[in-house]
Nanobody
Framework: QLQLVESGGGLVQPGGSLRLSCAASGATLENYAIGWFRQAPGKEREGVSC????????AYADSVKGRFIISRDNAANLAYLQMHSLKAEDTAVYYC????????????????????????WGEGTQVTVSS
């Protein structure tokens, strides 16, 4: 059973940076596409970014393109989300999720799809952008 644990969230000023980490256990991460999702208060969970099994391909929501970078280290069973130029509207709980299909994950990110039941989810980490 794949288990995911996020870390790295916190309070940051507008324009600042944070790096989120996702640690996997119970299964080999390289068999999964990894997505980062977020949910702000009063809003639905939305896809932020997705990375393919080897890391060769990545997808980003329009709202974070050019500011966020997704990466992974399969040997360490880790995935990351580097966030730059953070804005108040980036404030949310950020979730790491794993799924067997990169096409599904990238579609959820780029086309605001919703296939939540297909993913294994972490518990989330809070990111607050505020001065």
């Amino acid at each position: 059973q794949l288990q995911l644990v996020e870390s790295g969230g916190g309070l940051v000023q507008p324009g600042g940076s944070l790096r989120l980490s996702c640690a996997a256990s119970g299964a080999t991460l390289e068999n999964y596409a990894i997505g980062w999702f977020r949910q702000a208060p009063g809003k639905e969970r939305e896809g932020v970014s997705c990375i393919s099994y080897s890391g060769a391909s990545a997808a980003y929501a329009d709202s974070v393109k050019g500011r966020f970078i997704i990466s992974r280290d399969n040997a360490a069973n880790l995935a990351y989300l580097q966030m730059h130029s953070l804005k108040a509207e980036d404030t949310a709980v950020y979730y790491c999720a794993a799924v067997w299909s990169y096409a599904l994950c990238s579609g959820d990110v780029e086309n605001r799809g919703n296939h939540e039941s297909a993913y294994d989810w972490g518990e989330g980490t809070q990111v607050t952008v505020s001065s």
